[in-house]
């Protein structure tokens, strides 16, 4: 259930788009804050809380991208991101993804739509307390962590975490893309490709932090938690 007001961080030195996301937001009734660069930005995340964080990629100061990486390694935050920019290639939003965005809209796009991934970025469950298993593998979703019997444990953040649990409470099933895309974004229509590259970034980083990928390809179908997965 999405909160009464969302509190929201614009961060875009383009001040004709600044003056239409604050005149279409604000007479929405969200709770808004804006930063025409990164160093304010810095400032604003670093004293406040905000429900959703819109940040532009090049800007002045620090790039949305490092702000990003600094959000989540520095102030050890776990506020969605969604990154706003004219670089549309596929590398470019691996790079956004790696520095811990959750979703990518490309310039110009239709501010409704920005409101609809914005609503659906908020709205991700707030995660129960209960502890889930599979194998030797535990995931507790109030605390986003995951843990082997052997003591290796890792904490995930962002859509990582949210795509860990979903496939730890669809075990042994697989989720398929469609599902994939309503998990993370609320629409059933995200493309593949975006979806293959949340996938690879979470084993990597499980292979890496835990030593096992845990998640497998269902060839053509979509993916499956496998607790043997190496």
């Known amino acids: 259930m999405l909160p009464e007001k969302l509190r929201i961080l614009f961060v875009e030195d383009n001040k004709a788009l600044l003056e239409s996301l604050a005149e279409f937001f604000v007479a929405s009734r969200y709770d808004v804050d804006f930063a ?19 940040l532009d990629v090049m800007l002045p100061g620090v790039s949305g991208i490092t702000l990003c990486e600094r959000l989540r390694r520095e102030l050890r935050k776990t506020t969605p991101v969604l990154l706003l920019t004219a670089l549309d290639a ?39 307390s209960d502890q889930l298993r599979a194998g030797d593998v535990s995931y507790v979703p109030g605390s986003l962590t995951v843990s082997l019997e052997d003591g290796r444990r890792l904490v995930l953040s962002g859509l990582s975490a949210t795509l860990f ?30 979806i293959r590259t949340h996938v690879y970034l979470l084993r990597k980083l499980l292979k890496k932090e835990l030593g096992r990928s845990l998640i497998k390809g269902i060839y053509g179908r979509g993916y499956q938690l496998d607790p043997e997965q190496e």
């Open 165 to 194: 649990e979903g496939l730890m409470r669809a075990y042994p099933h697989f989720l398929g893309y469609e599902a994939i895309s309503e998990l993370l974004w609320g629409v059933s229509d995200k493309e593949e490709h975006t």
């Open 90 to 128: 596929i590398d470019d939003k691996q790079r956004g993804f790696g520095g811990g965005a959750d979703d990518y809209l490309t310039k110009p796009f239709d501010i409704r739509e920005l409101e609809l991934r914005i609503q659906a970025l908020a709205r991700r469950a707030h995660p129960a």
């Open 36 to 54: 025409a660069d990164g160093l304010t930005a810095l400032h604003l995340l670093a004293t406040q809380d905000y429900d959703v964080i819109v």
